[in-house]
């Protein structure tokens, strides 16, 4: 709790940020989660090719970016810049949704982008949940 780093960066493992954590750059996984608990503050970007991102209470200066995971802010977070789904790599026929949701008053400050145009996006926007920018390539869903 409290600490500060520079960069986090794993090829297979997640990453978990507890209370309070700042990181200076970026957080980035290929096979893992990424979990930031309350107050945590990445003033860079949030990047896994396979995993899921959460963020409680948490803030993100720059962009998240996924391939094949969840997103989730809740609990008052905010991206200050964009959510990103990048196209994946090699072929799967296994084609599931991803869906990113965004509740507990958290907001999306830039845009959401769906760039894989072979994978759908739900955004699922409730309990006062935001995008402030444009969407691309999404379905929103509000509860």
Not at 11 to 20: D, P, V, W
Not at 21 to 31: A, F, K, P, R
Request: some cysteine.
């Amino acid at each position: 709790e409290s600490a500060t780093v520079e960069d986090l960066q794993t090829i297979n493992g997640s990453i978990l940020l507890a209370e309070k954590v700042q990181v200076l750059g970026e957080v980035n996984t290929v096979n893992g989660s990424i979990d930031c608990q309350q107050g945590a503050l990445v003033k860079e970007e949030i990047s896994t090719m396979n995993g899921d991102i959460n963020l409680n209470q948490s803030t993100v200066k720059y962009n998240v970016q996924t391939a094949n995971g969840d997103i989730t802010l809740h609990n008052k977070s905010r991206v200050e810049g964009d959510i990103v789904i990048r196209p994946r790599r090699g072929f799967s026929s296994d084609n599931p949704a991803l869906n990113i949701t965004i509740s507990d008053s958290s907001v999306v400050a830039g845009n959401i982008i769906n760039r894989d145009k072979d994978r759908t996006v739900n955004v699922i926007l409730s309990s006062g949940g935001q995008v402030k920018g444009r969407v691309q390539n999404v379905q929103i869903i509000e509860q």
